[in-house]
């Protein structure tokens, strides 16, 4: 028997245990991600903050140990990105920096982009309660995220799904404004 297959199996084992360990933690941050977006948009704002202050730890941890597997990563960290953005958009209206969140340049971008849906919720929320100041301060993110990102043109293999994101980004924008403007034409007094 070779005698360095054993150092190599060793080696392989403790790999395969950390990635076990990796994909764990990838996905309760997806679970927690998804949780708090879900308790903005019924205004449990306590418990949100309370998740975010966890999410935020598990997004450091995962961070200390996914090194050679952050492909196996990418979608956890965009989630978090998402759900710490809507948190923040929602509640303070200000759209968070990618330094603030501790985040990597891709994630941010394409968390970035995914929050243009939750805000698109939080818009027609907004608007079948006739509240067409918080409808028209959604539709300002989501045009500023949008505005932000169109000038950057790269390969799918560099930045995947980028094109794809934004593209959807502009269709809800295009959405939540032909809505905003029809409910902002119907308020006008008859002449």
Same mark, same amino acid.
Request: aromatic share 6%; with cysteine; charged share 30%.
């Given at each position: 028997? *070779? ?28 679970? $927690? =991600?998804?949780?708090? *977006?879900?308790?903005?948009?019924? /205004?449990?704002?306590? =418990? ?24 196996? !990563? ?16 929602? +509640? ?6 990618? /330094? ?12 970035? +982009? ?7 919720? $939080? ?32 390969? /799918?293999? *560099? ?16 959405? !939540?404004? !032909? ?13």
């Amino acid at each position: 028997m *070779i005698k360095d297959i054993k150092a190599i199996e060793k080696k392989l084992i403790s790999l395969h245990k950390r990635k076990d360990k990796i994909m764990d933690l990838s996905r309760e941050i997806i679970r $927690q =991600s998804g949780r708090i *977006i879900t308790m903005v948009h019924a /205004n449990d704002n306590a =418990s949100a903050q309370k998740l975010i202050i966890g999410l935020k730890k598990m997004n450091t941890s995962l961070k200390k140990i996914e090194i050679g597997f952050e492909y196996n !990563t990418m979608q956890a960290h965009q989630e978090y990105v998402e759900a710490c953005s809507v948190y923040e958009m929602v +509640l303070n209206n200000r759209i968070p920096s990618r /330094n603030e969140l501790k985040t990597d340049e891709i994630s941010y971008l394409l968390g970035l +982009l995914d929050s243009v849906g939750e805000l698109k919720r $939080q818009a027609f929320d907004q608007l079948r309660k006739e509240n067409i100041q918080n409808t028209e301060a959604y539709y300002k993110l989501m045009l500023e995220i949008y505005d932000s990102t169109v000038p950057l043109r790269f390969a /799918n293999s *560099i930045v995947p799904d980028f094109r794809k994101k934004q593209d959807v980004a502009r269709m809800q924008i295009e959405r !939540t404004g !032909t809505e905003l403007l029809f409910f902002s034409e119907r308020l006008k007094p008859a002449l």
